[in-house]
């Protein structure tokens, strides 16, 4: 695990504008919004979920690993939600979702359809997939947790969110459905 700089104080409100990209703050307003409560902690950018331990001591609640999937032929796309601790294989998910030789999508991929970066995966973005082209799946374990956290569409700050907001709000607002899998 690398040392990232952690800002210990826990912030409720969106975040001054200045040095945020515009898209952060477009998350921080969506969820504003909706009247999704979060707890914010601002922190160095961080490359693993590992990175994230200390972050998870100051948020109180675990991180969710979020991983962007695609089929062989680059046709159908997944955004996987599950326990950062939690071992993904494959060849468990691919089972569950009728979907055969999953792999990691690529950047570009991301960019266009969620409009995040590799290391910035979020189920945020699913805000900014209007043609629904990725499917939401949710592991368990995630879905039955009272909160987790996720990063608001940059991964220098996260956030602690109710997952029933998620579930019952933010997704209903972006469209989505999710399937839960056991992983």
Same mark, same amino acid.
């Given at each position: ?21 515009? !898209? ?28 994230? !331990? ?130």
């Amino acid at each position: 695990m690398s040392e990232i700089y952690i800002d210990k104080t826990l912030y409720s409100t969106i975040p001054d504008p200045a040095g945020r990209l515009e !898209k952060e703050m477009e998350a921080y307003v969506v969820l504003e919004k909706l009247g999704i409560q979060f707890e914010r902690v601002d922190h160095g950018e961080a490359s693993s979920i590992e990175d994230l !331990k200390n972050v998870e001591d100051v948020l109180g609640t675990r991180i969710c690993k979020n991983l962007f999937l695609c089929n062989a032929s680059k046709s159908k796309f997944y955004l996987l939600l599950m326990p950062g601790d939690k071992k993904f294989l494959t060849k468990n998910l691919s089972k569950q979702i009728g979907s055969s030789r999953l792999s990691f999508a690529e950047g570009e991929h991301m960019e266009k359809l969620l409009n995040i970066t590799p290391g910035s995966v979020s189920i945020l973005g699913l805000m900014n997939d209007k043609q629904m082209e990725v499917s939401l799946v949710i592991d368990m374990e995630t879905a039955e947790q009272e909160y987790f956290g996720c990063h608001p569409l940059i991964n220098t700050s996260t956030i602690k969110v109710k997952t029933s907001d998620i579930l019952n709000i933010f997704l209903p607002y972006t469209g989505h459905e999710y399937k839960v899998v056991e992983l």
